[in-house]
């Protein structure tokens, strides 16, 4: 049984151990991808959907840090639909944020 997987992210052929993640995959190669409920130390959640990427074939964009790397498996970390995935979860996230840092207690520390 193969014990890695061959994938590509953003044009550039990666091999992996099989199980690991896109964003362990990604993180690898030196791209960063954006995460704000990812911990390396926690249960994965995927809950944000900061982390989301597109995978070539599939209709909707994935978390890459609960999403299982497969063979063959091409994805795209800052395609034009994923920017705007991620730009849309920020401003909702932000829409209940009061924005008035000077009376708050974390002092723009949030």
Known sequence: MEKTVNI???SFPVKIEKGKTILDAAYGIGIKIPT??????LCVAGNCRVC???VVGQKRLSAA???PCE???EILTNS?????????IIELLLAEHNADCT????????
């Open 71 to 73: 063979e063959g498996m």
């Open 80 to 88: 034009l639909k994923v920017r705007n995935s991620r730009k849309h």
């Open 65 to 67: 840090c609960a999403t």
């Open 36 to 41: 704000l409920c990812y911990h390396k130390d």
């Open 8 to 10: 590509t992210i953003n």
């Open 52 to 54: 989301v990427v597109e």
């Open 103 to 110: 009376k708050c207690y974390r002092n723009g520390n949030c």
